[in-house]
Nanobody, 114 residues
Framework: QVQLVESGGGLVQPGGSLRLSCATS????????MGWYRQAPGKQREWVAT??????NSADSVKDRFTISRDNAANTMYLQMNSLKPEDTALYYC?????????WGQGTQVTVSS
């Protein structure tokens, strides 16, 4: 079992920044990749960024604005989001991959609006 708890969402003006956190507990040793996804109202959930064995990758829509990182000592993954745009408004989910299945958190809401 893996438990994921997101935090750090909120309301921010366009051009602002937020840092999301994903606290991980349970069978952490079995996690081989983690990532962030988001789902805007009326749209499908979409991939944002992934980190695995120190390597990172992110969607073109957030590249150069969002940075994914992981603190193994703190069992926490982060998503630093800069230069936020209204189209970044969504419920952001943390994901962890273990052999055979993926795990999801409950999500944290990010709203970008003036």
């Amino acid at each position: 079992q893996v438990q994921l708890v997101e935090s750090g969402g909120g309301l921010v003006q366009p051009g602002g920044s937020l840092r999301l956190s994903c606290a991980t507990s349970g069978s952490i040793f079995s996690i081989y990749a983690m990532g962030w996804y988001r789902q805007a109202p009326g749209k499908q959930r979409e991939w944002v960024a992934t980190i695995s064995n120190g390597f990172t990758n992110s969607a073109d829509s957030v590249k150069d604005r969002f940075t994914i990182s992981r603190d193994n000592a703190a069992n926490t993954m982060y998503l630093q989001m800069n230069s936020l745009k209204p189209e970044d408004t969504a419920l952001y989910y943390c994901n962890a991959q273990t052999p055979g299945r993926g795990w999801w958190g409950q999500g944290t809401q990010v709203t970008v609006s003036s």
